[in-house]
């Protein structure tokens, strides 16, 4: 079992940053492909990026690239999501999600644990 606890989030304004921190703790957390997901009101979960076992790749998506940062530091137990340039889009609760697969995966469903979530709001 694995909990997951978010934190960083809260309101700026557009091309401001913030730092995402995600904690865990209950299981080897370098074993674990670690990524963050967001959801907007009215919107299904959507996969923002993602960092392989012991750090070994990320993958982000097309709408936050060059502009998101994914990373972990296995000896604090910590992924991040460094936010730069935000833009009122990128308005919405962003989740940690932890898996057991090598490959980082962009679906939620196929993530196995869940953090509580942090509400990112972006204003104009």
Known sequence: QVQLVESGGGLVQAGDSLRLSCTASGAPFARYTMAWFRQAPGK??????GVGWFGGGTKHTDSVKGRFTISRDNAKNTVYLQMDSLEPEDTAVYY???GRSARILTTADLYDYWGQGTQVTVSS
């Open 44 to 49: 299904e979960r959507e996969f923002v990026a």
């Open 96 to 98: 940690c999600a932890a």
